[in-house]
């Protein structure tokens, strides 16, 4: 049965859901388009992905997408001594550009650019943002900063500098690499990650000339700020919570996400929420009151698709996630409150021809229900 809902659902692929039958199932439960993650994934896996889903269009007749989505730039530590260290919070510590760290205790960071970019009281986050640093006494090859959040850092963990623009290219070697084998395979849609000005949609655009949509992941505070041309230059947006959540106060991420999905749907382009969704279907058969109602907020902003991760990449229960968010998708759009505020959104017909046929088309359709 083809899924008769509006709202399009997204579903990672992983460890567990990487067999043909697994991937059957999630796309009988409701998933619309399946994403393959290439941080975790190689052309040959990915390559085997592809085809699963495109054997599954051919067996039901009906159309799966394919999202590749990018790694992009990953700030790293260097390695400490020991493999770990807790920074104590008031504690006044010392950064350093090199790979691996010493005795004297300095952080390694080996990263010339992100040196380069440090600036007198910024911040910087360790660990998805468990650590928190303040930054002074910066000079060309280390750092002193101020520890204002404490914990255990390891080697390796993510570095994250939310009030600065990084110069560095919005591609690696492995995501040219990683583009040139999706493109070559045929997938839909290509997801570029850490998108922080409209010139690292540009240069993707350039390089897919038209080959596959192009999707923007907005999870810096610095792309919003230009969010508008960023926008005009990718085919969709994508509002990704998780780092987004990191560099932004956690209560900021709910008003930058409703700006995200309305500024998209202004400019008539498509804009997927997405991370952490219903998180707890990663062990739990059953979700949280407070995820149905994020699922479905989302969905009242009138974001388009709305997309699973860890729920279904590596959860236990990943084709329940998928039947839970087909389940809400569908109770939303049933419910007067939402067709007003698709309503109330849509922009009112200009005074031609066209726009008067297309208006009563969709009232025809509306009055006697046609799909």
């Not at 960071?109 to 040196?115: K, L, N």
């Not at 780092?243 to 997927?272: C, F, H, M, N």
């Amino acid at each position: 049965m083809r899924h008769r809902r509006k709202t399009k659902i997204l579903a990672t692929l992983g460890p567990a859901s990487s067999s043909p039958e697994r991937i059957r199932a999630l796309f009988e439960a409701g998933a619309d388009v399946f994403r393959i993650n290439m941080s975790h994934t190689s052309h040959a896996g990915l390559a085997e992905l592809r085809g699963h889903v495109r054997a599954l269009e051919q067996a039901t007749g009906r159309s799966a997408g394919v999202l590749v989505d990018l790694q992009g730039p990953k700030i790293r530590l260097g390695t400490l001594p020991g493999g770990s260290r807790v920074l104590k919070e008031g504690e006044r510590i010392r950064l350093v550009r090199r790979v691996e760290g010493t005795d004297d205790g300095a952080i390694p960071i080996p990263h010339a650019e992100v040196f380069a970019a440090m600036k007198q009281r910024h911040a910087l986050l360790i660990d998805d943002g468990r650590v928190r640093l303040r930054l002074f006494g910066v000079k060309d090859d280390s750092a002193e900063a101020f520890v204002e959040v404490g914990g255990e850092i390891k080697d390796r963990k993510g570095i994250n500098l939310p009030d600065t623009l990084l110069p560095v290219p919005a591609m690696t070697q492995k995501d040219r690499s990683d583009l040139d084998a999706a493109l070559n395979l045929g997938v839909d849609w290509v997801a570029l990650s850490f998108v922080q000005r409209p010139e690292d949609v540009a240069e993707l655009k350039k390089i897919v000339a038209g080959r596959a949509g192009v999707m923007a992941k907005i999870e810096k505070p610095k792309a919003l700020a230009s969010l508008p041309e960023i926008l005009e230059l990718a085919d969709a947006l994508m509002v990704a919570r998780g780092d987004l959540g990191v560099e932004l106060p956690p209560e900021d991420v709910p008003g930058k996400q409703k700006y995200i999905v309305s500024t998209a749907r202004r400019a008539g382009k498509p804009v997927v929420v997405a991370t952490q969704m219903l998180e707890s279907m990663v062990a739990s058969s059953t979700p949280t009151r407070a995820e149905v109602s994020d699922v479905a907020n989302a969905i009242f902003e009138s974001a388009d698709a709305v997309m699973l991760s860890a729920e279904t990449a590596t959860g236990v229960y990943a084709v329940e996630a998928v039947a839970v968010m087909d389940r809400i998708a569908a109770a939303v759009e049933a419910d007067p409150l939402y067709q007003r505020t698709i309503d109330a959104q849509r922009t009112p017909p200009e005074a031609t021809t066209p726009d008067a046929i297309s208006a009563a088309v969709h009232e025809v359709t509306r009055t006697i229900h046609a799909r």
